[in-house]
């Protein structure tokens, strides 16, 4: 009976661990390109529909983001043990991520519309993360999960994905366009790790609009309305928490992720913008179950994305086809995940047009 009694104590101290190491797995911003809020869809970008059949686009995102706290939502589980150090529902953190995203864009068309071909590499290096700013690991004894943290690999789900123009129309300022995300699993998600930036072993289907609207013909000359809907549709996952071989989950669940983005854009020349956006961000609740840890705890909680974000870009062109663009954002609002205290993105995109193509840059 005792040796049952201790083998009971210490699964349950491990399982401790793990569930609180939960709400940390799978933690991705919207740059990063992964399975949660997963475009890197810019204000203008659809207006580029215009450009011939033949055009490739090679773009480099270049990105750092500052996080300052964690914040734990209803049933979080990370939020469960905070408490125990002395945390509330804020828990002061230091994140700070670079990341790399390169992208290749392939313009055709398609029943006299275009048609885009994308694919996307993410590749991210967190050069610190620390929740609870303690030196130390640090927490109730059998889950000491504060402070510094283990990181997994540093490369994201890489994404393949179509666009098609709907309305392609520069003449009345108005463009629709219709676009399909795939993420696949990188293969190197580690769930031992506290910290990934690929999923565990998860597919994505991400459908998304792009709108765009001139205000010209109402008066407001070079001011334009940019709209980007996005739904994340995840599959199940596998193996999303373990802390020994044995001890784990043994899957994941999410539901259904839901981004809009919506801009004021002021275009002072071609290829040249300014614009002011807001972006929210609701649902991905991350589901564990099964395994040994699922037969303890049933279906298990490990955080959801939900935040609001401000967005200030500008766009600006060194050459008729070479285009260097900032995205700097702010969370003024964050449940379930790393607050984004301050990103920076700085995009480089070159435009090889067909030389018989028209003069769609200027």
Not at 27 to 41: M, P
Not at 315 to 340: K, Y
Request: glycine fraction near 10%; aromatic fraction near 12%; hydrophobic fraction near 40%.
């Amino acid at each position: 009976m005792r040796v049952l009694w201790r083998t009971a104590t210490v699964c349950m101290r491990v399982a401790q661990i793990v569930l609180a190491l939960g709400a940390l797995t799978n933690w991705q911003g919207s740059a990063l390109a992964g399975s949660d809020n997963s475009n890197d869809a810019w204000a203008g970008d659809v207006g580029l529909l215009v450009l011939p059949s033949g055009t490739l686009i090679a773009s480099e995102y270049l990105g750092y983001r500052h996080g300052d706290e964690y914040v734990t939502s209803k049933n979080n589980i990370f939020g469960k043990v905070a408490p125990a150090v002395g945390f509330g529902r804020n828990i002061p953190s230091t994140v700070d991520v670079d990341t790399s995203i390169t992208r290749l864009s392939y313009i055709t068309r398609l029943w006299d519309h275009p048609l885009v071909f994308s694919a996307a590499a993410v590749f991210a290096h967190a050069e610190n993360l620390n929740i609870g700013n303690f030196p130390v690991p640090t927490g109730p004894p059998g889950a000491q999960v504060f402070g510094p943290q283990t990181v997994g690999s540093s490369f994201a789900d890489p994404t393949a994905f179509i666009s098609y123009g709907l309305i392609v129309d520069p003449r009345t300022e108005r463009f629709l366009s219709a676009t399909s995300y795939f993420y696949f699993p990188a293969g190197n998600y580690n769930k031992f790790k506290q910290f990934n930036f690929s999923t565990a072993g998860q597919y994505t289907w991400v459908p998304q609009i792009g709108y765009a609207e001139g205000l010209g013909k109402f008066g407001a000359k070079h001011f334009w309305i940019d709209v980007i809907a996005n739904a994340s549709v995840h599959s199940d996952g596998d193996s999303p928490l373990a802390a020994a071989p044995g001890v784990q989950f043994d899957k994941l669940t999410q539901s259904n992720t839901y981004d809009i983005k919506a801009f004021l854009r002021y275009n002072f020349m071609p290829l040249a913008h300014i614009a002011l956006g807001i972006e929210r961000s609701w649902g991905g609740d991350q589901v564990a179950s099964g395994g040994l840890l699922g037969a303890a705890f049933g279906p298990t909680s490990l955080g959801k994305t939900d935040f609001v974000k401000g967005h200030l870009q500008a766009a600006m062109p060194l050459t008729r086809d070479f285009q260097i663009a900032a995205d700097i954002t702010h969370d003024f609002e964050r449940s379930g995940g790393v607050r984004e205290d301050f990103t920076a993105e700085l995009r480089l995109t070159k435009f090889f047009v067909p030389q018989q193509g028209p003069q769609s840059l200027k």
